[in-house]
């Protein structure tokens, strides 16, 4: 039996595989093309060497071996030629979008609009029972486009995401991006408004001496653990804020409760560093835009969308745990133990 028909065959039982398989096969594509790239640099060397004269061949070979550079998995140059590239790109591509969501139990989920190569990015993210965070989806759109938001959506549900035992969903509080995810996942989910942006946008409305006492002032109350003093608190500021911008009272105002619903769950003090915002998503899309420097932003769309897929399986192979992640089985209970016409 030749090599040739080993590889068809291995690569064959790794097709059969299923979901693993595919995840193997990426492994193993892309830790090859690093070879490949690793041999032809080696041989160029040694094709400069044998034009070189007889009595320089040893320098100029210890030479040519120290600026070979060493392989690295970080960044996109060390997959080795366009083809090769392109191969694991489309191979990430079908990892990505076809992996099926039915062994998870997922219980939170993130939602969020980044800016990526300069264009708006909508990436989903989700957390395990058991703390494991995922990248579920992601659309090259913003919140305007709803056909496209709800394609990733319905997407997610046709791929088996579950919510029979309730999704307690994170969003920038925009009242487009909360309406679709009402409209697809019904009344399973609850909507955690990200305080990072609550904060954000009353602030936007203040002259810079007030930004500071107001986002230190809501920094504090949205930290207070007890539900009842984290709303009288807010409420407060915004007494404070009635006097000097009456802009930025409505926008305090305007769906507050909906930024304490992780109050409600009993557990806040333990969660809300990774709850209370959608901060993870803006750190995965931050080094996204990190590892992209350099890379052809005139890409074609379908190998646009496999290059960020594969850069995503990688991020999420080095994603941490949830901190206190034993608890999320506790917030799910008490969030969902409520009458759901209530949120």
């Not at 703390?131 to 759109?141: I, K, P, T």
């Not at 500021?237 to 930025?248: G, V």
Request: aromatic share 6%.
């Amino acid at each position: 039996m030749t090599y040739s028909e080993t590889f068809v065959e291995l690569d064959e039982a790794l097709r059969q595989a299923g979901d693993s398989g595919h995840q193997l096969r990426l492994y193993l594509l892309r830790h090859f093309s690093e070879l490949l790239r690793q041999l032809a640099c080696n041989l160029d060397a040694g094709n400069l060497e044998a034009g070189a004269p007889e009595e320089s061949t040893v320098e100029s070979s210890t030479d040519a071996a120290e600026q070979v550079p060493a392989p690295s998995v970080l960044s996109l140059s060390e997959y080795g030629d366009e083809a090769a590239l392109h191969k694991v790109r489309m191979e990430a591509l079908e990892v990505f979008d076809t992996r099926r969501f039915d062994g998870e139990e997922y219980v939170t989920l993130w939602v969020d609009v980044c800016q990526l190569w300069g264009r708006p990015f909508l990436l989903c993210m989700a957390a395990t029972l058991d703390g494991d965070r995922h990248v579920l989806g992601f659309v090259e759109s913003s919140t305007q486009e709803l056909a496209s938001v709800r394609g990733l959506f319905q997407g997610l549900l046709d791929r088996g995401l579950s919510l029979d035992r309730g999704l307690l969903c994170i969003t920038p509080g925009t009242a487009r991006l909360c309406r679709v995810l009402t409209e697809c996942f019904g009344q399973q989910i609850r909507l955690q408004h990200c305080q990072m942006h609550k904060r954000a946008r009353v602030i936007s409305y203040l002259a810079v001496p007030e930004q500071r006492l107001i986002q230190g002032a809501m920094t504090r109350a949205f930290a207070i653990p007890d539900l009842a003093l984290a709303r009288a608190s807010l409420l407060q500021i915004h007494t404070q804020l009635q006097k000097c911008n009456r802009s930025a009272a409505q926008w305090l105002l305007r769906d507050l409760d909906l930024s304490l619903t992780l109050h409600h769950s009993g557990v806040y003090d333990r969660l809300s560093r990774s709850l209370r915002s959608t901060r993870c998503i803006v750190r995965v899309v931050q080094q996204l835009n990190r590892r992209l420097r350099g890379v052809r932003h005139w890409l074609a769309p379908t190998s646009r969308r496999a290059q960020f897929a594969l850069l995503l399986l990688e991020t999420e192979m080095r994603m941490r745990r949830l901190a206190h992640a034993s608890y999320l089985s506790i917030m799910r209970a008490a969030l969902f133990a409520e009458d759901p016409d209530q949120t």
